[in-house]
């Protein structure tokens, strides 16, 4: 037995079939590895076979160099996962010569491989009615997931963490084939808070009495938030950005504001949405709680004069329900709107958008144009717009509200806790989940006594059928390509508690009105594109009403080392973890030059020599001397004059890309569906 063998710290002793495993470690390392035989004599168990274990074969050793190695050793423990009558033998063996022995829990598969791995309380995993150390935890958990397929980077840490946490390999396998343990999948609780401010009761507002009385016979107080914003000027015509949560009441903010002037003779109230989808929801509420008190409401969506309710726009209405598109085509064409007494842009935070952030930024400036050259040039005594901005969701709210130049209302109660859970499955393991998920919820009922619905979230129009079709309990899709009627008729029912779930593309995370108790995010994409912060929080944010339900639910399902669009650089579980963890996106404007050119195009149409003022308020900086002389070498202007060109490309919302396409389809002589299928492919490529 050599010098460095002889000398060892620890001997540990492992029941393997008829034989004992014997690992020898000094310093942490292995320094011997083997095996031995034990005989019975007359004067009890003696060392039998012994053997060295060399790596690709076995060394016979004389049985006294066991011995050695064990009175060499500065302690000897033998597992606890060798059976009573093996612990027993060895004991005595041990006693033979003197040598005392501790039994110690033990990793089996560490014993079996040579290695000693001492297990505690703390540091066991339990696996198949038995406890290993954590070390071949992780081994036998990345074996499961090489068979489950590509489960890396943000899912494998993810998993590793829970079983780390609970200490139960059986359960995170269980997770992987779909089980739904609410203790694993929950990654966290977003705690209800409440934020102490006293009510303003309805009786002391100042409002037009036909809309007091209204107000009164709904509710006796405001909830916080419109307290807030009362008691900061509301009323008194001060500008406002109001940052709160979903279903905290701030959309009655920018209704009595709007409502209340447009009732005393200060102007009429333009509602401006993002989505069609929204608008048309409205209107239909605005027509039914507004018209009640003698107003006229319209709706003005794209460029159309007839809605997608078939109500034909009337620009002359108290109220003006409209797209921000459909309210900027009326300006880019000179339509006139009349004298605008409030100005409420719902889901302001799409400022921040690549695409639309830019001609929302636009449509502000112009239409705070109109409203201040109606001023100057009317004799009725109309003084312009109050200006109401609103958001659950804005990274930087006080450098907003300064750029707005408005007084900063941010309320973060939120009025129930909400669950976050994150589970892993590939597509078709998604929809087993979500129609064991709608089910679950909806054959619960909350203790206000409406059952669990919920909204599912999905990346385009076919899966959203897709997904409907595969749920047992009913349910519908619901998205822009169905036509107005289809869509109220999925509202009410959904409000009649007839529908378990809706499912749904973004169309509804901008605020279209379901009270959901839970959501389900079928995937983290948008068509080609991964959710935002600001768009997840505003998409969870969903889950939960306080007048219906107790608590809210959200199930992210992730399929790991996934992306939906080669232009996709992160993978769906790193796109996860990122969402959760993640803050809100700061509302920042950088323009490109097709950007900068399409909103300086638009300026020059509405306001001619003033273009460079609209540009210079915009969030978003542009080089108006740059833009103005793109415009004048591509002919879309001649001075500071819109030619029948620009017109017509500023009018379609085009950016210069698509205008040059469209012209070169013209010129090439292609027919129009050419034309078409040539904007389509540019789309798709970017």
């Given at each position: 037995?050599?010098?460095?063998?002889?000398?060892?710290?620890?001997?540990?002793?492992?029941?393997?079939?008829?034989?004992?495993?014997?690992?020898?470690?000094?310093?942490?390392?292995?320094?011997?590895?083997?095996?031995?035989?034990?005989?019975?004599?007359?004067?009890?168990?003696?060392?039998?076979?012994?053997?060295?274990?060399?790596?690709?074969?076995?060394?016979?050793?004389?049985?006294?160099?066991?011995?050695?190695?064990?009175?060499?050793?500065?302690?000897?423990?033998?597992?606890?996962?060798?059976?009573?009558?093996?612990?027993?033998?060895?004991?005595?063996?041990?006693?033979?010569?003197?040598?005392?022995?501790?039994?110690?829990?033990?990793c089996r598969y560490c014993a079996n491989d040579?290695?000693?791995?001492?297990?505690?309380?703390?540091?066991?995993?339990?696996?198949?009615?038995?406890?290993?150390?954590?070390?071949?935890?992780?081994?036998?958990?990345?074996?499961?997931?090489?068979?489950?397929?590509?489960?890396?980077?943000?899912?494998?840490?993810?998993?590793?963490?829970?079983?780390?946490?609970?200490?139960?390999?059986?359960?995170?396998?269980?997770?992987?084939?779909?089980?739904?343990?609410?203790?694993?999948?929950?990654?966290?609780?977003?705690?209800?808070?409440?934020?102490?401010?006293?009510?303003?009761?309805?009786?002391?507002?100042?409002?037009?009495?036909?809309?007091?009385?209204?107000?009164?016979?709904?509710?006796?107080?405001?909830?916080?938030?419109?307290?807030?914003?009362?008691?900061?000027?509301?009323?008194?015509?001060?500008?406002?950005?109001?940052?709160?949560?979903?279903?905290?009441?701030?959309?009655?903010?920018?209704?009595?504001?709007?409502?209340?002037?447009?009732?005393?003779?200060?102007?009429?109230?333009?509602?401006?949405?993002?989505?069609?989808?929204?608008?048309?929801?409205?209107?239909?509420?605005?027509?039914?709680?507004?018209?009640?008190?003698?107003?006229?409401?319209?709706?003005?969506?794209?460029?159309?004069?007839?809605?997608?309710?078939?109500?034909?726009?009337?620009?002359?209405?108290?109220?003006?329900?409209?797209?921000?598109?459909?309210?900027?085509?009326?300006?880019?064409t000179g339509k006139n709107l009349g004298d605008?007494?409030?100005?409420?842009?719902?889901?302001?935070?799409?400022?921040?958008?690549?695409?639309?952030?830019?001609?929302?930024?636009?449509?502000?400036?112009?239409?705070?144009?109109?409203c201040e050259q109606r001023a100057d040039r009317?004799?009725?005594?109309?003084?312009?717009?109050?200006?109401?901005?609103?958001?659950?969701?804005?990274?930087?709210?006080?450098?907003?509200?300064?750029?707005?130049?408005?007084?900063?209302?941010?309320?973060?109660?939120?009025?129930?806790?909400?669950?976050?859970?994150?589970?892993?499955?590939?597509?078709?393991?998604?929809?087993?989940?979500?129609?064991?998920?709608?089910?679950?919820?909806?054959?619960?009922?909350?203790?206000?006594?409406?059952?669990?619905?919920?909204?599912?979230?999905?990346?385009?129009?076919?899966?959203?059928?897709?997904?409907?079709?595969?749920?047992?309990?009913?349910?519908?899709?619901?998205?822009?390509?169905?036509?107005?009627?289809?869509?109220?008729?999925?509202?009410?029912?959904?409000?009649?508690?007839?529908?378990?779930?809706?499912?749904?593309?973004?169309?509804?995370?901008?605020?279209?009105?379901?009270?959901?108790?839970?959501?389900?995010?079928?995937?983290?994409?948008?068509?080609?594109?991964?959710?935002?912060?600001?768009?997840?929080?505003?998409?969870?944010?969903?889950?939960?009403?306080?007048?219906?339900?107790?608590?809210?639910?959200?199930?992210?399902?992730?399929?790991?080392?996934?992306?939906?669009?080669?232009?996709?650089?992160?993978?769906?579980?790193?796109?996860?973890?990122?969402?959760?963890?993640?803050?809100?996106?700061?509302?920042?404007?950088?323009?490109?030059?097709?950007?900068?050119?399409?909103?300086?195009?638009?300026?020059?149409?509405?306001?001619?020599?003033?273009?460079?003022?609209?540009?210079?308020?915009?969030?978003?900086?542009?080089?108006?001397?740059?833009?103005?002389?793109?415009?004048?070498?591509?002919?879309?202007?001649?001075?500071?004059?819109?030619?029948?060109?620009?017109?017509?490309?500023?009018?379609?919302?085009?950016?210069?890309?698509?205008?040059?396409?469209?012209?070169?389809?013209?010129?090439?002589?292609?027919?129009?569906?050419?034309?078409?299928?040539?904007?389509?492919?540019?789309?798709?490529?970017?």
């Open positions: 037995m050599s010098q460095q063998v002889a000398q060892v710290e620890t001997l540990f002793l492992h029941e393997r079939g008829d034989s004992y495993r014997v690992v020898a470690r000094k310093n942490g390392s292995r320094v011997f590895h083997g095996s031995l035989d034990v005989k019975e004599t007359s004067a009890g168990p003696r060392p039998g076979r012994f053997r060295r274990n060399t790596g690709s074969s076995e060394e016979l050793r004389d049985p006294t160099e066991f011995v050695d190695l064990a009175r060499n050793a500065s302690r000897i423990r033998i597992s606890q996962q060798t059976s009573k009558r093996g612990r027993r033998e060895l004991q005595e063996l041990l006693d033979g010569y003197q040598l005392d022995a501790a039994v110690v829990r033990t040579g290695r000693y791995a001492p297990i505690t309380d703390e540091t066991a995993i339990k696996t198949d009615r038995e406890h290993i150390c954590p070390d071949c935890a992780v081994e036998e958990l990345e074996r499961e997931l090489s068979y489950k397929g590509q489960f890396t980077g943000s899912a494998q840490d993810r998993l590793e963490d829970l079983l780390l946490e609970v200490q139960d390999l059986d359960r995170i396998v269980d997770l992987l084939s779909g089980e739904l343990d609410p203790d694993l999948t929950q990654f966290d609780v977003i705690s209800a808070t409440v934020d102490d401010v006293d009510p303003v009761k309805t009786a002391d507002l100042d409002l037009h009495p036909r809309l007091k009385s209204m107000t009164e016979s709904r509710f006796d107080s405001l909830l916080p938030v419109q307290s807030l914003s009362v008691r900061n000027g509301l009323l008194e015509g001060e500008d406002q950005l109001v940052v709160s949560a979903t279903a905290t009441g701030k959309t009655l903010v920018g209704e009595m504001a709007g409502i209340d002037r447009a009732l005393k003779g200060k102007g009429k109230m333009l509602f401006l949405v993002p989505l069609v989808a929204l608008a048309n929801q409205k209107h239909e509420d605005f027509k039914e709680q507004y018209g009640e008190l003698g107003l006229d409401v319209t709706i003005r969506v794209g460029a159309s004069r007839i809605a997608d309710s078939g109500s034909q726009f009337d620009p002359n209405a108290d109220v003006i329900v409209g797209t921000y598109e459909g309210i900027d085509h009326a300006l880019r605008v007494g409030t100005v409420v842009i719902d889901e302001v935070h799409t400022l921040k958008e690549e695409e639309r952030g830019h001609r929302l930024d636009g449509l502000i400036s112009r239409l705070k144009y109109y009317t004799e009725s005594g109309y003084d312009g717009a109050q200006w109401i901005y609103l958001s659950a969701t804005v990274g930087n709210p006080e450098w907003l509200a300064g750029r707005l130049g408005a007084r900063l209302i941010e309320f973060e109660e939120r009025p129930i806790p909400i669950e976050r859970h994150v589970t892993f499955a590939d597509e078709q393991e998604k929809l087993r989940l979500e129609n064991k998920l709608v089910k679950r919820a909806f054959d619960q009922k909350s203790s206000k006594g409406y059952r669990g619905q919920t909204i599912i979230f999905t990346n385009s129009r076919r899966r959203c059928h897709t997904i409907s079709r595969k749920l047992q309990y009913d349910s519908a899709p619901y998205h822009a390509g169905l036509d107005y009627k289809k869509r109220k008729k999925v509202e009410k029912q959904f409000l009649d508690q007839d529908l378990s779930a809706v499912v749904t593309t973004a169309a509804l995370a901008a605020g279209v009105d379901f009270p959901a108790s839970q959501v389900i995010f079928d995937t983290l994409a948008m068509g080609i594109e991964w959710l935002s912060v600001q768009e997840f929080s505003q998409m969870l944010g969903r889950a939960g009403r306080p007048d219906y339900h107790d608590r809210g639910t959200v199930y992210m399902l992730i399929e790991p080392d996934v992306t939906y669009h080669n232009s996709m650089e992160m993978t769906e579980d790193e796109v996860a973890f990122k969402l959760l963890k993640g803050e809100m996106e700061d509302v920042r404007n950088v323009y490109d030059e097709a950007a900068a050119v399409e909103e300086t195009l638009a300026n020059v149409t509405v306001a001619g020599k003033q273009a460079k003022r609209l540009n210079d308020r915009m969030l978003g900086e542009i080089d108006t001397t740059q833009s103005v002389g793109r415009l004048l070498e591509w002919e879309f202007i001649d001075g500071l004059e819109p030619t029948p060109l620009g017109r017509v490309v500023t009018r379609h919302f085009l950016s210069p890309d698509d205008a040059f396409r469209l012209l070169d389809g013209i010129r090439n002589g292609l027919a129009p569906y050419e034309i078409v299928a040539e904007q389509e492919l540019a789309d798709e490529e970017l």
